[in-house]
């Protein structure tokens, strides 16, 4: 079955470190997505990226880097410059950016990011 | 800029009632909308997608109605279960801009046996 696998599940962080997360999918999908995820709040879009090799900035980039070397791979690192990085991080895709009209986003199982 | 309000933030209900769960959003101006479902610690599963030109969807016993003049959207759950409890989502695929996917906070909804 197609879909979108993130991994880890939980991933604990010291301070001044950086981790990557990881978002893989196997949908075929053009767009990918980062987005980020507190309690009390909606989710928020850090990244996405149309079609490889090109990505662009959401609303809360800050503290956080992308790549996009393979349709299928879209990982997120949390540098540590993000000086809040405890949440829970979602990755989804889309068949295209902008959206078409008859079909929507498909999300992963999530990351839960600890700072320790 | 779009913006998506979910309200009631918390409902619980007895288990066999129907409900409705309410989504309003600011700009019309969009290539459809989306109501997803999260459970504690979990990803979101899509549940229901209405294109900007239709006027509802159906799954089950779910049903969603979007009415872009007035910008709401309601997601009706007939006889609802147990199971049904979860956090529920909608979110706006905005046109212009970025097109980007605009979310409610949810409603986290609980069914009580």
């Known amino acids: 079955d197609g879909g979108i696998t993130q991994s880890p599940k939980y991933l604990f962080r010291k301070e001044g470190q950086n981790v990557t997360l990881s978002c893989e999918q196997n949908?075929?999908?053009?767009?990918m997505y980062w987005y980020r995820q507190d309690p009390g709040q909606g989710l928020r879009l850090i990244y996405y990226s149309q079609i490889v090799n090109d990505f662009q900035k959401g609303d809360i980039a800050e503290g956080y880097s992308v790549s996009r070397e393979k349709k299928e791979s879209f990982p997120l690192t949390v540098t540590s410059a993000q000086k809040n990085p405890t949440a829970f991080y979602l990755c989804?895709?889309?068949?295209?950016?902008?959206?078409?009209?008859?079909?929507?986003?498909?999300f992963g199982s999530g990351t839960r990011l600890t700072v320790v | 800029k779009q913006e998506v309000t979910q309200i009631p933030a918390a409902l619980s209900v007895p288990e066999g009632e129907n409900l409705v769960l309410n989504c309003s959003f600011t700009d019309s101006a969009i290539y459809n909308l989306q109501w997803f479902r999260q459970d504690p610690g979990k990803g979101l599963t899509s549940l229901l997608l209405i294109q900007s030109s239709q006027r509802e969807q159906t799954s089950g016993r779910l049903n969603a109605s979007l009415d872009k003049s007035s910008g709401r959207s309601t997601l009706y759950i007939a006889a609802s279960q147990p199971g049904d409890s979860a956090t529920y989502l909608c979110?706006?695929?905005?046109?212009?801009?970025?097109?980007?996917?605009?979310f409610g906070k949810g409603t986290k909804l609980t069914v009580n046996p």
């Open positions: 979110a706006a695929s905005s046109q212009g801009g970025s097109e980007k996917l605009v």
């Open positions: 989804a895709s889309s068949r295209s950016h902008p959206p078409v009209r008859n079909y929507g986003y498909t």
């Open positions: 949908l075929n999908h053009d767009a």
